[in-house]
C-alpha cells in the first residue's frame, strides 16, 4: 500500500496553502522534487549539447542521456535500440504513420481502429489514408465503449494491415486486452500501432511480453517533464524505416550530391539537439515511480476510482459513462448544465478537472454526448480529496453557476 502522506509531501506544488485538489492527471501529472532536482541539476550543473563535444560537460551530459535510454528501455522491457526519444506521443504516433504507415500500405488496404482514440492516435492516418487511398475501418465497441475480443475478431479481415487503437482510453478509462489484440493481428498479418500514454504511468507494461509493434507514451503523465516522449518500435521495423527529421546527430556523413548516411537505430531518428533535461528528468520520474512500485501505483488508483464511483452513484444530480471501469479515469456530467461551467465552479473550490470533449471528437457516437467532466486520479490523490469534490458536487446548480460566471 502507498504511504500517501509521504507522498504528497515529495511534489511542491500541493504543499502551498491554496488547498489544491488535482483531479487532472490524465491531461498532465504534478512533478515530485526528485524529477525537478534532475531537470535543475542539468541546467546548473552540467549544461552542454549531448553527443557533440569532447569536453567533460558534455561527456557528462551524453553519459546521463544514454542511461537515461536504458532506463525507459529496461522499464518496459526493452532493448535501448527500440527506444526513440521524441516530444511526446503525438509525435511519435505522426512518425508511425508517416514513416511507416506511408511505406507498407497500398491503395485498398485497412487501416482498423476504434471510435475512443485521441486525436493524435487517429488524425495521421486519415491523412495517410487520404494519400493511398486506404480505407478507415472501426471496432463496433459495447454501449459503454469497451472492445471486446468478439468484436475485434470479427473485425479482423485480411485486408486489414495495421491496427490502431488506445492501451487505456483517455477519457472512459477502459483498459484494453492488448497482448490478445497484438496476437489476432498478426495471425492476419497485420502491424500493430499503440497509444499507451495513458497506460504507463498507472501500471506495469511490459513491451516485449505484449507484442506489439509500435508503442507511443509521454513523459509529462507519469510525473516527467513536458515536452518529452517515446516511441518504441520493433527493431526490425525501425531499421526499414526512415526518419521524418533530419539533422545534425541523425547522419554520420552527406555530401553535396545529396547522398546521405544515416546513423544507426534509434540515433537516426533523433536529429537535432533533444530535449536533454527532459529525458533526465524522465529517467528521474521513472526511478521515483520504480521506487514506489508499479502494482501498488495499480492498487491505490483502482480503490480510489471504486471509492469514488460508489460516492457518485449515491448522488441524484450526476450521470456515470463509464460505471464499470476499475482505472482511475471517470467521466461523468452533472445533470443540465455544461461540463465547463462546472468545471469553472469546482475550480473556484480549488478542484481541477478536466471538461470538454478530450481531444477524441468521435466518441460521442459511443456514449451519445459531446462534453463531459474527466476526473483522473493518480498516486497523491485520497479519498479526502474524493470527499471534498462530492461535497462541492453535490451542491452545485445552474444558478450557482451562472453566478460565478457573472
Same mark, same amino acid.
Given at each position: 500500500?502507498?504511504?500517501?502522506?509521504?507522498?504528497?509531501?515529495?511534489?511542491?506544488?500541493?504543499?502551498?496553502?491554496?488547498?489544491?485538489?488535482?483531479?487532472?492527471?490524465?491531461?498532465?501529472?504534478?512533478?515530485?522534487?526528485?524529477?525537478?532536482?534532475?531537470?535543475?541539476?542539468?541546467?546548473?550543473?552540467?549544461?552542454?549539447?549531448?553527443?557533440?563535444?569532447?569536453?567533460?560537460?558534455?561527456?557528462? !551530459?551524453?553519459?546521463?542521456?544514454?542511461?537515461?535510454?536504458?532506463?525507459?528501455?529496461?522499464?518496459?522491457?526493452?532493448?535501448?535500440?527500440?527506444?526513440?526519444?521524441?516530444?511526446?506521443?503525438? !509525435?511519435?504516433?505522426?512518425?508511425?504513420?508517416?514513416?511507416?504507415?506511408?511505406?507498407?500500405?497500398?491503395?485498398?488496404?485497412?487501416?482498423?481502429?476504434?471510435?475512443?482514440?485521441?486525436?493524435?492516435?487517429?488524425?495521421?492516418?486519415?491523412?495517410?489514408?487520404?494519400?493511398?487511398?486506404?480505407?478507415?475501418?472501426?471496432?463496433?465497441?459495447?454501449?459503454?465503449?469497451?472492445?471486446?475480443?468478439?468484436?475485434?475478431?470479427?473485425?479482423?479481415?485480411?485486408?486489414?494491415? $495495421?491496427?490502431?487503437?488506445?492501451?487505456?482510453?483517455?477519457?472512459?478509462?477502459?483498459?484494453?486486452? $492488448?497482448?490478445?489484440?497484438?496476437?489476432?493481428?498478426?495471425?492476419?498479418?497485420?502491424?500493430?500501432?499503440?497509444?499507451?500514454?495513458?497506460?504507463?504511468?498507472?501500471?506495469?507494461?511490459?513491451?516485449?511480453?505484449?507484442?506489439?509493434?509500435?508503442?507511443?507514451?509521454?513523459?509529462?503523465?507519469?510525473?516527467?517533464?513536458?515536452?518529452?516522449?517515446?516511441?518504441?518500435?520493433?527493431?526490425?521495423?525501425?531499421?526499414?524505416?526512415?526518419?521524418?527529421?533530419?539533422?545534425?546527430?541523425?547522419?554520420?556523413?552527406?555530401?553535396?550530391?545529396?547522398?546521405?548516411?544515416?546513423?544507426?537505430?534509434?540515433?537516426?531518428?533523433?536529429?537535432?539537439?533533444?530535449?536533454?533535461?527532459?529525458?533526465?528528468?524522465?529517467?528521474?520520474? $521513472?526511478?521515483?515511480?520504480?521506487?514506489?512500485?508499479?502494482?501498488?501505483?495499480?492498487?491505490?488508483?483502482?480503490?480510489?476510482?471504486?471509492?469514488?464511483?460508489?460516492?457518485?452513484?449515491?448522488?441524484?444530480?450526476?450521470?456515470?459513462?463509464?460505471?464499470?471501469?476499475?482505472?482511475?479515469?471517470?467521466?461523468?456530467?452533472?445533470?443540465?448544465?455544461?461540463?465547463?461551467?462546472?468545471?469553472?465552479?469546482?475550480?473556484?473550490?480549488?478542484?481541477?478537472?478536466?471538461?470538454?470533449?478530450?481531444?477524441?471528437?468521435?466518441?460521442?457516437?459511443? $456514449?451519445?454526448?459531446?462534453?463531459?467532466?474527466?476526473?483522473?486520479?493518480?498516486?497523491?490523490?485520497?479519498?479526502?480529496?474524493?470527499?471534498?469534490?462530492?461535497?462541492?458536487?453535490?451542491?452545485?446548480?445552474?444558478?450557482?453557476?451562472?453566478?460565478?460566471?457573472?
Amino acid at each position: 500500500m502507498l504511504d500517501v502522506t509521504k507522498i504528497r509531501k515529495d511534489f511542491p506544488i500541493l504543499n502551498k496553502d491554496d488547498g489544491l485538489i488535482y483531479l487532472d492527471s490524465a491531461a498532465t501529472s504534478l512533478k515530485p522534487k526528485k524529477v525537478i532536482d534532475a531537470v535543475l541539476a542539468y541546467y546548473q550543473d552540467y549544461t552542454a549539447n549531448i553527443h557533440r563535444g569532447d569536453y567533460r560537460l558534455s561527456l557528462m !551530459a551524453s553519459e546521463l542521456y544514454d542511461k537515461a535510454r536504458e532506463n525507459v528501455a529496461d522499464f518496459v522491457n526493452v532493448s535501448a535500440t527500440e527506444i526513440i526519444f521524441t516530444s511526446g506521443s503525438t !509525435a511519435s504516433l505522426n512518425q508511425v504513420a508517416y514513416q511507416f504507415g506511408l511505406d507498407i500500405l497500398q491503395a485498398g488496404d485497412v487501416i482498423l481502429t476504434t471510435e475512443t482514440e485521441h486525436a493524435s492516435s487517429i488524425l495521421p492516418w486519415y491523412q495517410v489514408a487520404k494519400k493511398i487511398n486506404a480505407k478507415i475501418e472501426y471496432v463496433p465497441l459495447n454501449n459503454e465503449g469497451l472492445i471486446t475480443i468478439e468484436n475485434f475478431t470479427k473485425a479482423m479481415h485480411d485486408q486489414v494491415k $495495421i491496427v490502431v487503437t488506445t492501451h487505456v482510453s483517455n477519457v472512459l478509462g477502459h483498459v484494453n486486452p $492488448i497482448k490478445e489484440l497484438a496476437r489476432i493481428t498478426h495471425d492476419h498479418d497485420g502491424y500493430i500501432v499503440v497509444d499507451g500514454a495513458q497506460a504507463i504511468p498507472h501500471m506495469l507494461i511490459d513491451l516485449k511480453d505484449l507484442d506489439v509493434d509500435f508503442y507511443a507514451f509521454s513523459g509529462h503523465k507519469m510525473l516527467a517533464p513536458t515536452g518529452v516522449g517515446v516511441l518504441y518500435g520493433k527493431r526490425c521495423w525501425l531499421d526499414k524505416m526512415l526518419p521524418l527529421f533530419y539533422g545534425g546527430g541523425s547522419n554520420a556523413r552527406f555530401d553535396k550530391q545529396g547522398n546521405i548516411t544515416l546513423k544507426n537505430t534509434p540515433e537516426k531518428f533523433e536529429a537535432g539537439t533533444p530535449s536533454i533535461e527532459g529525458v533526465l528528468g524522465l529517467s528521474a520520474a $521513472i526511478d521515483y515511480l520504480r521506487d514506489i512500485g508499479m502494482d501498488n501505483v495499480l492498487m491505490h488508483e483502482e480503490e480510489l476510482s471504486k471509492y469514488l464511483l460508489t460516492k457518485l452513484h449515491e448522488l441524484n444530480n450526476v450521470i456515470i459513462y463509464n460505471p464499470s471501469v476499475k482505472s482511475g479515469i471517470i467521466a461523468l456530467n452533472v445533470k443540465n448544465i455544461f461540463s465547463q461551467d462546472v468545471a469553472a465552479y469546482l475550480d473556484h473550490h480549488h478542484i481541477a478537472v478536466r471538461s470538454g470533449n478530450h481531444c477524441a471528437k468521435i466518441l460521442n457516437n459511443v $456514449i451519445q454526448v459531446t462534453d463531459t467532466i474527466r476526473c483522473s486520479l493518480y498516486i497523491y490523490n485520497t479519498k479526502e480529496d474524493i470527499d471534498e469534490f462530492i461535497r462541492v458536487l453535490k451542491d452545485v446548480t445552474l444558478e450557482k453557476c451562472i453566478d460565478l460566471i457573472i
